[in-house]
Structure formats: C-alpha cells, structure tokens
C-alpha cells in the first residue's frame, strides 16, 4: 500500500524504513509521508519469518527480596526495554531463582529462537553463567563486570563503585566528618569489594584512619540498623557512614533515630543507588545514582555490535556515579568535640 501509494517498488519502502541512507532525499521524504499517512507498521513476527532473527532481548527477571529497598533492577528493566524499542527490539523476561535455573532457561529460549542474545545482570565472582554462555558463543552483554573471567575479553558495562564511594567519603570530609565507617556486604563480592575500596582509597587520601570501621552483613535494613548501632554505641563512635546499598543506608538511618541522633546533623549517611526507599525515606537518603539510562543504551548498542559483527574485539564501558544530595548529609554539623583521625 505504501508502495502504491508513492509509486515506487516494495524495496524501495523496505530502503526507507530499514537502510535510509540508500535513497535520495526526496524520495525518502515522499515515502516516509505515505507511511505516516497511512499508519504503516512492520510486522515485527513476518520480520522474523523472513531474517530468521527474532530481534528479541533475553533478561533475567530477579525474585524480589524482603527487607531490602529495591527497584535498581525494575528501573534499569524499564530503560533496557526503551533501548530496545528504539532499536526495533522486544525484551523477553524470564524469571528464574538461582543462577542454574537462568542457564537452563537460557539454553531453552535460545535453542528455539526466542531470542538471539541477553543481558546478564547481577554478576558474580566466577559467574557460571558467563562461562556457560562464552563457551557457547551465544551473544550477550553483562550489565556489571565480568569478576574472575577476563575483562578484556567480555562486553559488559558497569558503573563504576569505587568513584561512588571515593565521592560520598569527600562529601562527608567536606562537611567537617572524620571518623567515616563503611557498611558493607559480608562475603566475596565484586560490586562491594569495588565499593569499598573507593572508600579505603578515599579515606587514605584525606589521611583518615579506617581501622576497625568497616563491617559488613546481608543487604538487608536489619543488616544496616544493627551494624551502625554497634559502631554508633563505640566509646568513639564514626560520625559518618558510607553505605554499600540504600537498604543499608535505611537501616544506618533507623539507627541512628533510636540512639536519638539527628541524620544531617549528629551523623552524615550516603547509601548506593538512588533507589526507591532513598526518596521516601525521612531523611531524605544522600545516596550514588547510578545512570541506568546510559547504562541501557550502551548495552544495546554493544548487542547490536555484537550480532552484527560475531567476531568483533569485546568492548567494554564504565560509567560514573551521581552524587544525589538529600537531608541525610545536608544539614550543617558541628562537632562538640572534634573526632582525632
């Protein structure tokens, strides 16, 4: 019909909605008008039909976890979805529990066609399902780095924690702090042992000391209430907390109203993030916004690499964090005795 409609062939169309750097100005013009005066959409399944491609997004939907302030994933599901629009894409979401049960989702969808890459995310240190899809070549980007496997040699995109938490630790210094602590996850952790090194490189670059002031435990609001009380009821306790997650944040903030310390005055507190809770919660949680906009982007655009070229070198991208200032670290402390590093 759009074809008829201009007087030109079916290619021409194809040229126009695909390849439009092929046509002349004008024609391209002509035809793009009788595709919107028409209302013409591709039919994304006849597309399929013919390039054998399903132009389909695999992603690991992860069970929500109670006691933690979430919505990273969510957010970051809603700006990969965007992405993939734009590039004439669907994103298939399939849950699974355990990372066994994504390999074995994985190997079903992609052996049938349903997708022709993924987007892994969460990884972990020798993560098996990055060995099981790069022993496969099957297309996929990580969204978080490749822990324990070559980095060189993997697409991912990932944020950088580190100078996260070197940014949160100069924030604190800036309003007066020096007993900073760190509160983060227990175990091996790529994301937290990055997080934390930020602040152990940050907090030597001002000269402060970091003994006895980290600790860590599960990412849960409990975690956080009860390893900031336990530093908080020290006979020198840190007048500042870095957070690996806002769901410790929220807790280091409950811990603080119980021993009836005001957050933003007695004691500063920056979590990780910029999730949900850190913008309902009261304070207003000082927190590292993660840009998950970019993050999406880029992603897409190394899948699309990726499935153009299959033997294309890995490309990876690091990003930066925001500083998102809230009433946790805002308030103007003045310290009734100065804290000695």
């Known amino acids: 019909m759009v074809a008829a409609r201009v007087g030109v ?103 049938t066609n349903t997708v022709d890459c993924f987007v892994i995310t969460a990884t972990q240190d020798h993560d098996p399902r990055i060995t099981f899809l790069r022993e496969r070549g099957i297309p996929f980007v990580s969204f978080g780095r490749p822990w324990g496997h070559p980095m060189s040699d993997t697409w991912w995109v990932d944020v950088d924690g580190a100078a996260g938490t070197e940014q949160a630790v100069d924030h604190l210094a800036e309003r007066g702090h020096r007993r900073i602590a760190y509160l983060g996850w227990d175990g091996p952790s790529g994301y937290g042992d990055d997080r934390e090194s930020g602040w152990r490189r940050a907090m030597r670059s001002h000269g402060f000391s970091t003994r006895d002031l980290s600790v860590g435990g599960p990412d849960e609001i409990s975690t956080g209430r009860e390893l900031a009380g336990r530093l ?78 299959p033997d294309a070198k890995a490309e990876q991208v690091l990003l930066r964090p925001t500083l998102v200032v809230r009433e946790s670290t805002v308030a103007q402390w003045v310290p009734s005795q100065a804290p000695r590093p």
């Open 9 to 111: 062939s079916k290619q021409t169309v194809h040229y126009a909605l695909n390849s439009p750097d092929r046509l002349s100005p004008t024609t391209l013009r002509r035809v793009l008008k009788a595709v919107d005066e028409l209302g013409y959409r591709p039919n994304q399944a006849a597309r399929s039909l013919r390039t054998q491609s399903p132009r389909a997004v695999g992603f690991r939907l992860l069970p929500t976890t109670q006691g933690q302030s979430g919505g990273v994933w969510a957010s970051f599901l809603y700006e990969l979805s965007v992405a993939a629009h734009r590039a004439d894409h669907a994103v298939y979401c399939h849950p699974a529990a355990t990372d066994e049960e994504e390999i074995q989702v994985v190997q079903e969808v992609f052996s």
């Open 232 to 309: 908080l009821d020290r006979k020198t306790p840190p007048t500042g907390f870095v957070c690996v997650s806002d769901t410790i944040a929220i807790g280091a903030l409950r811990a603080c109203r119980e021993r009836g310390l005001a957050a933003g005055h007695d004691v500063g507190v920056v979590g990780f993030d910029d999730s949900v809770g850190a913008h309902f919660v009261d304070p207003g949680l000082t927190t590292l916004a993660q840009p998950l906009e970019l993050v999406a982007r880029h992603t897409m655009r190394l899948l699309l690499d990726r499935l153009k070229d």
